[in-house]
Each structure stands twice: as structure tokens, then as C-alpha cells.
């Protein structure tokens, strides 16, 4: 795949490099700041979704990049190993970050309310723990994933 004659994942992974570390900073703030979840709340779902989808053609273009090329070093294949990690997390955090959306009370003065209950009351902990746990494991995936294509192209 290419654009211009460029090929397309060096072109596309600029995206995921910059919503995956925000979709991540977002979801930690999101859960761990309930005072926030008003104003982030639909950031960070539209950061995940953004995130996760432009992770998704990241993969796709890389793995047409290595087919086409005939990329099959062990740098590559590292770089690979670590990005197909970071694509399940960031789909897990996607998808976490969506029931918080969902789930998760937010508070709010500018509606009127002191309180917005939880709609589901017995997701809130096990989400408060899980959404930070999922952020920052995409994080580190993010930083290995990116480590290893450094590598791989710069040596």
C-alpha cells in the first residue's frame, strides 16, 4: 500500500503514535479523576476509538510493507511481536474506556445534578482498576512497539 509512491505505514503510524499515548493519559485521568469524567468523558472515547483504529491500519500497513518488500529480518519480526501485542491492548483499552463511558458515574454541576449515579454500580471498582492497568500496559506496549521499529529501520 502507498501513497504518492511513499509507503503507507511509515505515513500511518505518525496516527498511532499520537493517540495511543493520549488515549491512554486520557483513560488514566478518566478513571482515576472522577471530578474530570464530565469533561472526558467523550475525549476519551473519541481518543480510544481513534487510537484503536489507527493502530488497526498501523498493523495492516506494516504487515503489506513487510509482504511487499520482503522485510523478513529479526528486527522486523521483534518490531512485529511487539506491535501485534500493542494492537490487542489497544482494543482492550478501547473497549474498557467505551463500558466507562457507559458505566461509570460522572459528575457535574453544569447539568444541574450534584451526582450522576452509576448505571451499573458493580462495575465501577473492578473498571477504576482495570482502565489504569490497560492504560499503562498499552503504554509500555506503545514504547516497545515504537523501541523496536527505531531499531529495525535506523539499526
Given at each position: 500500500?502507498?501513497i504518492?509512491?511513499?509507503?503507507?505505514?511509515?505515513?500511518?503510524?505518525?496516527?498511532?503514535?499520537?493517540?495511543?499515548?493520549?488515549?491512554?493519559?486520557?483513560?488514566?485521568?478518566?478513571?482515576?479523576?472522577?471530578?474530570?469524567?464530565?469533561?472526558?468523558?467523550?475525549?476519551?472515547?473519541?481518543?480510544?476509538?481513534?487510537?484503536?483504529?489507527?493502530?488497526?491500519?498501523?498493523?495492516?500497513?506494516?504487515?503489506?510493507?513487510r509482504?511487499d518488500?520482503?522485510?523478513?529480518?529479526?528486527?522486523?519480526?521483534?518490531?512485529?511481536?511487539?506491535?501485534g501485542?500493542?494492537?490487542?491492548?489497544?482494543?482492550?483499552?478501547?473497549?474498557?474506556?467505551?463500558?466507562?463511558?457507559?458505566?461509570?458515574?460522572?459528575?457535574?454541576?453544569?447539568?444541574?445534578?450534584?451526582?450522576?449515579?452509576?448505571?451499573?454500580?458493580?462495575?465501577?471498582?473492578p473498571?477504576?482498576?482495570?482502565?489504569?492497568?490497560?492504560?499503562?500496559?498499552?503504554?509500555?506496549?506503545?514504547?516497545?512497539?515504537?523501541?523496536?521499529?527505531?531499531?529495525?529501520?535506523?539499526?
Amino acid at each position: 500500500m502507498e501513497i504518492n509512491g511513499l509507503p503507507l505505514h511509515p505515513l500511518v503510524v505518525h496516527a498511532a503514535v499520537i493517540f495511543v499515548p493520549l488515549a491512554a493519559l486520557a483513560a488514566l485521568a478518566y478513571a482515576l479523576v472522577p471530578k474530570w469524567r464530565w469533561a472526558l468523558r467523550h475525549p476519551s472515547l473519541a481518543l480510544a476509538v481513534v487510537a484503536a483504529a489507527s493502530t488497526q491500519v498501523a498493523s495492516l500497513s506494516g504487515e503489506s510493507l513487510r509482504d511487499d518488500r520482503g522485510l523478513f529480518t529479526p528486527a522486523v519480526e521483534t518490531h512485529e511481536l511487539w506491535a501485534g501485542r500493542m494492537l490487542y491492548s489497544v482494543w482492550v483499552l478501547a473497549g474498557l474506556v467505551a463500558v466507562a463511558w457507559w458505566a461509570l458515574p460522572h459528575v457535574t454541576a453544569l447539568a444541574g445534578r450534584k451526582d450522576r449515579e452509576a448505571r451499573v454500580g458493580a462495575l465501577v471498582i473492578p473498571l477504576t482498576v482495570l482502565l489504569p492497568l490497560a492504560a499503562l500496559v498499552t503504554l509500555f506496549l506503545a514504547y516497545k512497539t515504537g523501541d523496536a521499529g527505531a531499531k529495525a529501520v535506523w539499526g
